[in-house]
């Protein structure tokens, strides 16, 4: 990542990593969390498990969420990135007005347009934005989105670059500040970090590094 940062002419703190323990086992997570800050689960179930036992660290959602589990990710999330509809927000929005504090989302966005993908199309979130932001129990803080499956380079950069330029032209119509970009994984988050990126989420690749230092 600091790499990266310096390639692109960033600095390392404007990028943070989101430590993606879903595989974990918990020794592996009590290990992670004396070397990073965020954590990343994709199931609310899960996350829920987990985010009292480790309550100082900041728990993010970031696999799918279905409308019957928000109020897990209410409760356990400081960051919920995958918001990828109206519905799933009002969800939210509305356990979020009774359980207390406003709850932190990002809106993931199919920018690559793959029909097995979920998200917002870039023209759905232009005309549901304003809409979406006048719910006072979400703070809506940026984009999050997954590059498409492939190995051309080009692709994934275009789709990165994407979710920026969607980012701008959103937050420069409506007003309304977008500091987030929830984009890279494992396989892809130096192109993600030339491209923008605020949060990666990495997970293989963490464990990889740790067994090797274990060996
Ligand atoms: C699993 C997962 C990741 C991490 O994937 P790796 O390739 O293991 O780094 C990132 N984002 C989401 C939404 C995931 O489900």
Redesign the pocket.
Known sequence: MDAACQTADRSTDSVRLVA?T?YADWEWVQALSAHHQVF?E?RPQQLSERQPLLPDMNWHL??QLQRNKAKLAVRHASMI??VDSLRLLERVADVAALEGPPTNVLLQVNVSGEESKSGFTPEELQTLFSQMTARQSVSIRGLMT?APATDDESLIRSSFAGLRQLRDDLSNSHGHALPELSMG???DFEIAIEEGATLV?????LFQGLNRQQA
């Open positions: 993606v879903k990343g994709n970031i696999g990135h995958s997954m994984m494992s396989g989420r990495i997970g293989s690749r």
